[in-house]
C-alpha cells in the first residue's frame, strides 16, 4: 500500500547538533510539506517542495533547510541554529485539488 | 487569503453524547474543506471532505459534516461519542488551486475530551 514513512518516530539531539528527518512516499506526489506541531499551537509550516529541486519557506522556516533531490524524498534538517527544536515533526503530501493532503506518523525531536 | 477558525479548543462531552466541533473559515473562491483527527504520538487521518458535491458529508467513524456557505461553516458532528473518539481534530480549507502555491490551511485545533 503506498504512503509517507517518517523516520525515526523518536530522535533525541544534543545542543549544537544538526540532525536530519527523513521522510519518503510512494504515492507519486509531486507537492510536500513539513509542518511542525507544538501542544497548543496547531500546525506550523516549515517548508514545502511543489516539485524536484525546488521548494519555498513556509512560516517558520529559520534554523531548518531541505533538499528535494528526488520526488519520493523530502528530509528536513534541523541546524544549530533552531533554538527551540523540540517539537512533532509531520511530513505531508498530496497531488493538489480536492485530495487534501497525507500524513506521515511524525518524528518526536527532543533536545538533551 | 484563507483562514480557518475552530472555535473552542478543548470540548468535553460524556459518552453517547453528541459531538459538535464547530469550524468557520473564510476564502475568495468556492473552497475545499476538510476534517482530520490526530491520535497522540501519530499523524493526521482524514476524516471527510467537501468537495462541492453534497453539502452534507459523512466520513469515517460516524462523523458527518455539513458546509453551510451563508455561515461560512464545516461543522463537525457525531450523534453518539465513543470513548474511542478521543482525539484532536483539524479543520483545514483549501482554495483547490494546484501549482506551485497548493497548501492547506488549518485551524488550530480542538481536542475532543470523552467522559464515561
Known amino acids: 500500500d503506498g504512503g509517507i514513512t517518517q523516520s525515526p518516530k523518536y530522535l533525541f539531539r544534543k545542543e549544537g547538533q544538526n540532525v536530519t528527518l527523513s521522510c519518503e512516499q510512494n504515492?507519486?506526489?509531486?507537492?510536500m510539506y513539513w509542518y511542525r506541531q507544538d501542544p497548543g499551537q496547531g500546525l506550523r509550516l516549515i517548508y514545502y517542495?511543489?516539485?524536484?529541486?525546488?521548494?519555498q519557506k513556509g512560516d517558520i522556516a529559520e534554523g531548518y533547510s531541505v533538499s528535494r533531490e528526488k520526488k519520493e524524498s523530502f528530509p528536513l534538517t534541523v541546524t544549530s541554529a533552531q533554538k527551540n527544536p523540540t517539537a512533532f515533526y509531520l511530513c505531508?503530501?498530496?497531488?493538489?485539488?480536492?485530495?487534501?493532503?497525507?500524513f506521515g506518523s511524525g518524528t518526536r525531536l527532543t533536545v538533551v | 487569503a484563507q483562514s480557518v477558525t475552530q472555535l473552542g479548543s478543548h470540548v468535553s462531552v460524556s459518552e453517547g453524547a453528541l459531538v459538535l466541533l464547530r469550524c468557520n473559515y473564510s476564502?475568495?473562491?468556492?473552497?475545499?474543506l476538510f476534517w482530520y483527527v490526530q491520535y497522540p504520538n501519530q499523524g493526521l487521518q482524514l476524516l471527510l471532505k467537501?468537495?462541492?458535491?453534497?453539502?452534507l458529508v459523512k466520513g469515517i467513524n460516524g462523523f458527518e459534516a455539513e458546509f453551510k456557505k451563508s455561515e461560512t461553516s464545516f461543522h463537525l458532528t457525531k450523534p453518539s461519542a465513543h470513548m474511542s473518539d478521543a482525539a484532536e481534530y483539524f479543520c483545514?480549507?483549501?482554495?483547490?488551486?494546484?501549482?506551485?502555491?497548493?497548501?492547506?490551511?488549518f485551524g488550530k485545533g480542538t481536542l475532543l475530551t470523552v467522559n464515561p
Open positions: 505531508a503530501s498530496t497531488i493538489g485539488g480536492s485530495k487534501g493532503y497525507t
Open positions: 504515492l507519486n506526489h509531486d507537492a
Open positions: 517542495s511543489q516539485i524536484v529541486n525546488d521548494f
Open positions: 476564502s475568495s473562491v468556492p473552497p475545499y
Open positions: 467537501y468537495t462541492s458535491a453534497a453539502t
Open positions: 483545514a480549507v483549501s482554495d483547490g488551486g494546484g501549482g506551485s502555491n497548493y497548501k492547506l490551511t
